[in-house]
């Protein structure tokens, strides 16, 4: 499961991402469920790591096809060359 968190000032609104990750699930024929935004309470509730300083909304997503763990370090990896 993907979580991407939506902050006050952030590039993109809750409207936009709950589009995106909707469509997505689209594309797969909803093989993975639907995609979704959940309340920061709820987001808090299933990631207690979350920022949740100006914390809006979060878009949610699943991908079955896609290995999670992979995709984690890698973007881990990506911050810590990025500094």
Same mark, same amino acid.
């Given at each position: 499961?993907?979580?991407?968190? !939506?902050?006050?000032?952030?590039?993109?609104?809750? &409207?936009?991402?709950?589009?995106?990750?909707?469509?997505?699930?689209? @594309?797969? #024929?909803?093989?993975?469920? !639907?995609?979704?935004?959940?309340?920061?309470?709820? &987001?808090?509730?299933?990631?207690?790591?979350?920022?949740?300083?100006? @914390?809006? #909304?979060?878009?949610?997503?699943?991908?079955?096809?896609?290995?999670?763990?992979?995709?984690?370090?890698?973007?881990?990896?990506?911050?810590?060359?990025?500094?």
């Amino acid at each position: 499961t993907f979580y991407l968190p !939506v902050y006050k000032g952030g590039p993109h609104g809750a &409207a936009k991402l709950g589009a995106g990750v909707f469509a997505y699930s689209a @594309l797969s #024929a909803f093989g993975d469920g !639907v995609g979704h935004v959940i309340s920061p309470a709820k &987001a808090q509730r299933d990631v207690p790591e979350l920022r949740t300083d100006d @914390l809006k #909304a979060v878009a949610v997503y699943r991908d079955d096809q896609m290995n999670d763990a992979r995709m984690a370090l890698m973007t881990v990896r990506a911050a810590v060359d990025a500094g």
